[in-house]
């Protein structure tokens, strides 16, 4: 951590001081610090200032009265598990605008299933986004050439070479058995796209396992769905939880 963020440079804002000035201040700090750390020609701080700025103009001072009401209060209608793939992200894929969509992202969108002693950051988003939040459907995408279910699916047996992914994705190790009793002799490309639209059902029946999930379903309050984004070819698929088949496709 210290590596990145000069600790001393973070200070509790003077009363006289907005806490806008502090970060302001701070991040110049940071900057400053890392002056020789960083060769590249990326300037990271420009990157975020242009890019906040784009939205400030573009988004937040041209519909006040939608900040104004989200300032109150969120109420997303989703609840959506995707990928940490940086090409992924459903909030531009799917132009979801802010207070849509209450987001859990992950190595290769995987959902684990209920238990209060691992993975609970996961349990967290969950019981949060269906108790206080009241989603109304959750979702979870996958998509194509994950480098997640690309690491399942070469996974040795009883060695890892990772000291937390191994562990993750083998959450989805039934959706891999799954494919290869059913497709022994897929392999490469072929073999990949399966998996990483059986791990999405997968994940969707391990919500399953989450009791206000079950609660939802049963009182019609909660639905669930899949979906699955190839990025090569512009298409995204989506998929009933009881129905494997792609209800639509969009390719446009
Ligand atoms: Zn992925």
């Given at each position: ?206 919500l399953?396992?989450y009791?206000y999930v079950r ?38």
């Amino acid at each position: 951590m210290s590596k990145y963020l000069n600790e001393e440079a973070i200070e509790t804002p003077r009363k006289e001081e907005s806490l806008e000035d502090t970060i302001h201040t701070n991040l110049d700090k940071i900057t400053v610090s890392q002056e020789t750390e960083l060769s590249s020609a990326f300037d990271p701080i420009q990157r975020i200032n242009d890019g906040f700025k784009h939205f400030k103009i573009h988004e937040f001072n041209k519909y006040p009265d939608y900040y104004c009401k989200l300032a109150e209060k969120q109420e997303p209608k989703f609840l959506i598990f995707a990928c940490s793939d940086s090409r992924v992200s459903p909030t531009n894929i799917l132009n979801l605008r802010p207070g849509e969509a209450f987001m859990a992202r992950n190595i290769a969108n995987m959902v684990p299933e209920f238990n209060q002693l691992k993975h609970v950051g996961v349990g967290a988003i969950i019981e949060y986004a269906i108790l206080a939040l009241k989603v109304e459907v959750i979702m979870v995408i996958g998509h194509s050439r994950c480098g997640g279910i690309n690491r399942l699916i070469s996974l040795p047996d009883n060695d890892t070479s990772y000291d937390f992914i191994d562990e993750w994705v083998r959450i989805g190790e039934p959706a891999k058995a799954k494919v290869l009793a059913k497709h022994p002799h897929a392999s490469g490309e072929k073999l990949q796209t399966l998996v990483e639209k059986e791990s999405v059902m997968n994940s969707l029946g391990n919500l399953l396992s989450y009791p206000y999930v079950r609660s939802g379903i049963a009182d019609k309050k909660l639905k669930l769905l899949g979906g699955y984004y190839d990025f090569v070819c512009g298409n995204f698929q989506t998929f009933e939880v009881d129905d494997i088949k792609p209800t639509t496709n969009i390719q446009e």
